[in-house]
Nanobody, 121 residues
Framework: QVHLLESGGGLVQAGGSLRLSCAVSGRNSETYEVWFRQTPGKEREFVAGIAWNGRGIMYGDSVKGRFTISRDNNMQSIFLQMNSLEPEDTATYYC???????????????WGQGTQVTVSS
């Protein structure tokens, strides 16, 4: 069973930065690991993804150039460095694990509980 635990969310002013972490345990195959975000009443939005070998990096259009995804296989963690944050980035951020390189939320089998990011103007 794969377990994911996000951390690093919080309140930040517009223009600031945050770094999210996702500890992944129980992964035993080649996987694709991602960050999504969601606000009330909206569907989950793809933010960024990275393959188990560090390849296959993708970003959602709204975060390109501002967010960076990375991984540390020794720590079994993935990270999301978020710079130049905007109020529109306010959301609950989730990490997830699946087997396909995809941006569809329905393709991911395992999800964390989420961490709240709030950007004030």
């Amino acid at each position: 069973q794969v377990h994911l635990l996000e951390s690093g969310g919080g309140l930040v002013q517009a223009g600031g930065s945050l770094r999210l972490s996702c500890a992944v345990s129980g992964r035993n195959s080649e996987t694709y690991e991602v960050w999504f975000r969601q606000t009330p009443g909206k569907e989950r939005e793809f933010v960024a993804g990275i393959a188990w070998n560090g390849r296959g990096i993708m970003y959602g259009d709204s975060v390109k150039g501002r967010f960076t995804i990375s991984r540390d296989n020794n720590m079994q963690s993935i990270f999301l460095q978020m710079n130049s944050l905007e109020p529109e980035d306010t959301a609950t951020y989730y990490c997830a694990v699946g087997k396909s390189v995809t941006t569809r939320a329905s393709d991911f089998d395992y999800w964390g509980q989420g961490t709240q990011v709030t950007v004030s103007s």
